[in-house]
């Protein structure tokens, strides 16, 4: 059982930047895959990033790449997304999320979500 604890957001300008936390408790955090997905108002949960249980693999959408960065500390059990040059259409409630291999994480198949975290960009 991993339990998923978001934090970060809140309310920052169009341009702006922004860095979200995951913390995760249990032993084994380097053996899951991570991400991160948004919902925003009326849409449906999309990908936002992936890494790999030892972080050297990465994905993003092509509408995010570029702009956010996913990274993890294992050592810390967390991960993050630092997203940069926001625009108001980024505005929405941002989950972490756990899973298998990174490359079917970033499809939705999610072992574990965390409560979200409201990202809302100003225009």
């Known amino acids: 059982q991993v339990q998923l604890v978001d934090s970060g957001g809140g309310l920052v300008q169009a341009g702006g930047s922004l860095r979200l936390s995951c913390a995760a408790s249990?032993?084994?955090?380097?053996?899951?895959?991570m991400g991160w997905f948004r919902q925003a108002p009326g849409k449906e949960r999309e990908f936002v990033a992936a890494?790999?249980?030892?972080?050297?693999?990465?994905y993003y959408p092509d509408s995010i790449k570029g702009r956010f960065t996913i990274s993890r500390d294992n050592a810390k059990n967390a991960v993050y997304l630092e997203m940069n040059s926001l625009k108001a259409e980024d505005t929405a409630v941002y989950y972490c999320?756990?899973?298998?291999?990174?490359?079917?994480?970033?499809?939705?198949?999610?072992?574990?979500w965390g409560q979200g975290t409201q990202v809302t960009v100003s225009s």
């Open positions: 999320a756990a899973g298998g291999a990174a490359a079917i994480l970033r499809t939705g198949r999610v072992y574990y």
């Open positions: 249990g032993r084994t955090f380097s053996s899951y895959a």
């Open positions: 890494i790999s249980g030892s972080g050297d693999t990465t």
